[in-house]
């Protein structure tokens, strides 16, 4: 079974502070990974797509790993700030079919 | 470009109704997918495309048909509404299945 976990569930963390969340998948087949953000109500914003052949991306205060062979990935965002506070889901794209399979998220608040 | 749109925003159905999700791209993206956002079951695919003509079944595809006939379009059709389909809807396209994934805004769908 396909199976993507994200932890923590839920983050709050004073402005400035950096941090990490973590995406970790079982299933082999999984060969890129993506990250998103959705704020309430709206769409899901692409972040970074890391292929498979990469081990990091970075765009502006993220940075995103993947390490395929424990099946980890992980996000980082450097100085939060209040903007940032959002859900962000990690999803990995299948070899076979068009297929993104999502982890549940973790909710981030970031306070001012 | 206007990128994914969908289109309504937000609908509302009687049990047995039915009703077409429309999504369209001016990306020229010919890989595109439908999802389904539920509160504790995270997004979860219910049909995709690889390209005109071609559509294929994804997690959940029972209680909904697609076509497509256009590259640009991709539309969602709930044949005989039920409550368990409320839910929030996302259209997604890319270039390649190893390519970023963009999100449409979503139709937000209660049955009743």
């Known amino acids: 079974k396909q199976e993507v976990t994200q932890i923590p569930a839920a983050l709050s963390v004073p402005e400035g502070e950096n941090l990490v969340l973590n995406c970790s998948f079982t299933?082999?087949?999984?060969?890129?990974l993506q990250w998103f953000r959705q704020d309430p109500g709206k769409g899901l914003t692409s972040l970074l797509l890391i292929q498979s052949s990469q081990r990091e991306q970075t765009s502006g205060r993220l940075n995103a790993s993947l390490d395929k062979s424990s099946g980890r990935s992980t996000l980082y965002i450097a100085a939060s700030q209040p903007g940032d506070s959002a859900t962000y889901l990690c999803a990995g794209h299948m070899e076979y079919g068009n297929k993104l399979v999502f982890g549940a998220g973790t909710i981030l608040r970031v306070k001012s | 470009n206007a990128g994914v749109t969908q289109t309504p925003k937000f609908q509302v159905l009687k049990t047995g109704q039915s009703m077409t999700l429309q999504c369209a791209q001016d990306m020229n993206h010919e890989y595109m997918s439908w999802y389904r956002q539920d509160p504790g079951m995270g997004l979860r695919l219910i049909h995709y495309?690889?390209?005109?003509?071609?559509?294929d079944q994804g997690e959940v595809p029972n209680g909904y048909n697609v076509s497509r006939s256009t590259t640009e379009d991709f539309p969602l059709r709930l044949l005989s509404a039920a409550p368990s389909q409320t839910s929030v809807y996302f259209c997604?396209?890319?270039?390649?299945?190893?390519?970023?994934?963009?999100f449409g805004p979503g139709t937000r769908l209660t049955v009743l």
């Open positions: 299933d082999s087949a999984i060969y890129n």
């Open positions: 997604a396209s890319s270039y390649s299945t190893s390519g970023t994934q963009y």
């Open positions: 495309s690889v390209g005109a003509g071609i559509t």
